[in-house]
Every structure is written in C-alpha cells, then in structure tokens.
C-alpha cells in the first residue's frame, strides 16, 4: 500500500525504519524505500487485503489524480467481513459512490469477476487498464 496514517497524516512513507499500525486491519506497518520503485508500506504479517499487488509509478501516479481522502478506501462485506482496498473510492456514502479500479498487470477472469462483485454492491466500478506491451514499451 502507498498510503498509511502516521502521526495523524495519510501518506507514504519519507524515511526507512518509519513504522506505523494499519487502520484497516491493526497490524504493523513498516517503511519500504526501494531504489528503483515507489516509496510504500509493507504489511509485516501479510496484506489485509489478498488482492493487494505490487504498486509502482503508474499506481502512483493515477492516484495522485485524486484526493487524498479517496485513495486506498479500505471496504468490508457487512456479511462475510471480507474486505479489500479499493484504489480509488470517490463520492462516498451518496448514490454516486464510485469506486475506480487500477490494474497493471494481467488478473484472470475469475478474479476479475469477483472483484467486481464485491465493489458494485454498494458502488458503482470501472476499471482503468494500462494497456502495454510484454517488453516494457508503453
Ligand atoms: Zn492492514
């Protein structure tokens, strides 16, 4: 995830060794500074959220399109407690809740589908695809 709250502010982390709790779930949080790639946190026992994938730039740079407030909103099944994050929710709690799904990489259809599912029970869902090439061109 690129976003946690530290010391009262949502945002990615600044320096290494940072460490903060995860709203979401409660669990530990630490800093990860990686040359080549985005600044994120890691969860220490594992994502809260199965479909989390690695992020990089492109992630990044989709989200900062929008308010902070509506980047990484962490949903729940009121009746399984199932919960994931949705990369971009906006117009929370109006009938206009829209939740903007972000995928890089390729997801087979069965995840596709159950993604959907679990975002359009209370939301409508689109998906922004980044559409490239094997080799990097893009
Ligand atoms: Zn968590």
Redesign the pocket.
């Known amino acids: 995830m690129l976003y946690a709250w530290i010391d009262g502010v949502k945002r990615q982390p600044i320096a290494k060794g940072e460490k903060t709790i995860?709203k979401?779930?409660g669990?530990v949080l630490t800093a990860v500074i990686p040359m080549e790639n985005v600044k994120h946190w890691r969860?220490k026992a594992g994502?809260?959220?199965s479909w989390s994938e690695p992020e990089g730039e492109w992630h990044l740079k989709w989200k900062e399109y929008f308010d902070l407030n509506c980047r990484e909103i962490c949903l729940i099944d009121s009746v399984t407690g199932e919960r994931h994050r949705a990369d971009i929710l906006c117009r929370t709690n109006t009938e206009l809740a829209t939740v903007l799904e972000l995928q890089h990489s390729s997801i087979s259809e069965e995840e596709r589908l159950s993604r959907e599912i679990f975002y359009q029970q209370n939301h409508q869902m689109f998906w922004l695809v980044h559409i490239h090439s094997e080799n990097g061109i893009q």
């Open positions: 995860c979401d779930c669990g969860h994502d809260c959220d």
